[in-house]
């Protein structure tokens, strides 16, 4: 039985292998238009939330620039009440910005975006 069991697994393992330089990430968001500006003060270590409205079917929030994540660290994304909602962990004392540009599935093209200037005491 083990090697019936390792004549399956082999394939797979290459199979999988193979196929994992197939995938590619989004490119990057392009210039940001203006857009509002959130100002969140939070006690370093306690979680935040960051709440975005659903966009409609085609179009999609990414995250638009880089942000410090020793003061505000990603942790999880999800949808509650029809909102897309990321959730960050306070980390560093310090400030930063966190950006979300609205595009069009995977396009660098950005139609809306939000700021948000994380505080961390």
Not at 7 to 23: C, E, I, K
Not at 52 to 72: H, K, N, Y
Request: aromatic fraction near 6%; charged fraction near 20%.
């Amino acid at each position: 039985m083990i090697g019936r069991s390792r004549f399956l697994l082999v394939p797979l393992l290459l199979l999988a292998v193979g196929s994992a330089p197939a995938r590619s990430s989004a490119p990057p968001v392009g210039p940001l238009p203006r857009g509002p500006v959130t100002t969140i003060r939070v006690r370093h270590g306690l979680l935040f939330a960051i709440a975005l409205p659903r966009p409609v079917s085609g179009r999609t929030w990414r995250g638009a620039r880089l942000s410090d994540a020793t003061i505000a660290r990603p942790l999880d994304e999800g949808e509650l009440n029809g909102n897309i909602v990321f959730t960050y962990r306070a980390g560093h004392t310090g400030t930063t910005t966190v950006i979300y540009a609205l595009t069009e599935d995977e396009t660098p093209k950005a139609l809306q975006a939000r700021y948000f200037k994380v505080i961390v005491i």
